[in-house]
């Protein structure tokens, strides 16, 4: 796979993020905080798809209604400063590196992806596709961290997705999924 390939994907998945227009700030804010424990999200600054401030936080915590990988997609997430300063890496087509280990929660679930290939639109084209229910994604300082886990999200526990890209992280389950 192609890093430009990767890098134009990863900006689709940021541009995708798609919320009603018809919602209001409140159904937004409402939505994002679903993403994290309420004792997270309570005092998260929370940010519209598009960026736009909805209400100033005061935990370090950033939550959003939505991180589409699909236009219309509502899996909100909450991301902590190394999830955030990802993001703007992915935004900003630079480089990402963290000396410490980086959390986001989706208790509300994702959108169904390719594990393997994030640039992958088709889950008829034969790859590894996974529809995650609850879980927390974890990015780590060095890769070679990741060398132990599996990549198959079926093997049970953790799992690394994305492998051999710029947007690599670990999913870790927290419930089952939906069938």
Not at 124 to 152: C, F, T, Y
Not at 161 to 173: I, Q, R
């Amino acid at each position: 796979m192609k890093f430009n390939k990767v890098w134009a994907f990863a900006l689709s998945f940021l541009g995708a993020l798609n919320v009603s227009a018809a919602e209001s700030d409140a159904d937004k804010i409402k939505l994002a905080m679903t993403a994290a424990p309420a004792y997270v999200s309570a005092k998260a600054t929370i940010l519209d798809v598009d960026g736009r401030l909805l209400r100033k936080g005061e935990n370090g915590w950033t939550c959003m209604p939505g991180v589409g990988l699909i236009p219309g997609d509502k899996h909100p997430m909450c991301n902590d400063a190394v999830w955030m300063k990802w993001m703007h890496a992915v935004a900003n087509k630079s480089a990402f590196s963290t000396d410490v280990v980086g959390t986001s929660y989706m208790l509300a679930g994702d959108a169904l992806v390719n594990n393997n290939d994030p640039t992958a639109t088709d889950p008829k084209d034969g790859g590894m596709w996974i529809q995650e229910g609850p879980h927390i994604m974890l990015l780590m300082p060095n890769v070679s961290m990741l060398a132990a886990l599996p990549r198959d999200p079926w093997a049970g526990g953790p799992y690394v997705m994305w492998d051999n890209t710029p947007l690599v992280h670990v999913m870790v389950p927290v419930a089952d999924r939906d069938k």
